[in-house]
T-cell receptor, first 119, second 108 residues
């Protein structure tokens, strides 16, 4: 149980284009989803937290107009990187937490990540 | 403030035991987590401690002392596949904080 999928697993795009990354909880309802960014050999940096049906809460320094987050249902959240630039190239990881049988309290379950390369 | 400290790198031999320490300061405390992350992959959940004491799960054990703001992850009977980064994370009043991770190298 507690499986989170992410799509696509990798994407290469041209500078100035927008990229959408999907995060789905496959076997549980995710009341909260998180989006992280990780640069090589660095730790996870939380970008934003989203609850189903409400606006995402962005961390300090993260541009909400550039990183659009939508948490439309209890199983799906999307991150759209708008007008991507080479410095946005990174490993983007989503995670989800929820309530349900077998789920750990407050535990985040991570998707496999999306590697974004902006040329 | 909120802060997590853990060693940057550790090296151990296959079959040995290794202890990875983590100290933390957090606003509010809802639990301490350990995750394993292999290079290029997302973290996978290992353990969760909210009360003081030792939680054992197979070859991995995790210990917590809330009064000391201290936790450790104990890995027994090390295997080559245990070479990875181990992330300590706390859940507090406002959010989840991750440490920078400890890169563990297991040598044959």
């Amino acid at each position: 149980g507690a499986v989170v999928s992410q799509h696509p697993s990798w994407v290469i795009c041209k500078s100035g284009t927008s990229v959408k990354i999907e995060c789905r909880s496959l076997d549980f309802q995710a009341t909260t989803m998180f989006w992280y960014r990780q640069f090589p050999k660095q730790s996870l940096m939380l970008m934003a937290t989203s609850n189903e049906g409400s606006k995402a809460t962005y961390e300090q320094g993260v541009e909400k107009d550039k990183f659009l987050i939508n948490h439309a249902s209890l199983t799906l959240s999307t991150l759209t990187v708008t007008s991507a630039h080479p410095e946005d190239s990174s490993f983007y990881i989503c995670s989800a937490s929820g309530t349900g049988k077998g789920l750990g309290t407050d535990t985040q379950y991570f998707g496999p990540g999306t590697r974004l390369t902006v040329l | 403030g909120q802060n997590i400290d853990q060693p940057t790198e550790m090296t151990a031999t296959e079959g040995a035991i290794v202890q990875i320490n983590c100290t933390y300061q957090t606003s509010g405390f809802n639990g301490l987590f350990w995750y394993q992350q292999h290079a290029g992959e997302a973290p996978t959940f290992l353990s969760y401690n909210v009360l003081d004491g030792l939680e054992e799960k197979g070859r991995f054990s995790s210990f917590l002392s809330r009064s000391k703001g201290y936790s450790y992850l104990l890995l027994k009977e090390l295997q080559m596949k245990d070479s990875a980064s181990y992330l300590c994370a706390t859940s507090g009043t406002y959010k989840y904080i991750f440490g920078t991770g400890t890169r563990l190298k297991v040598l044959a």
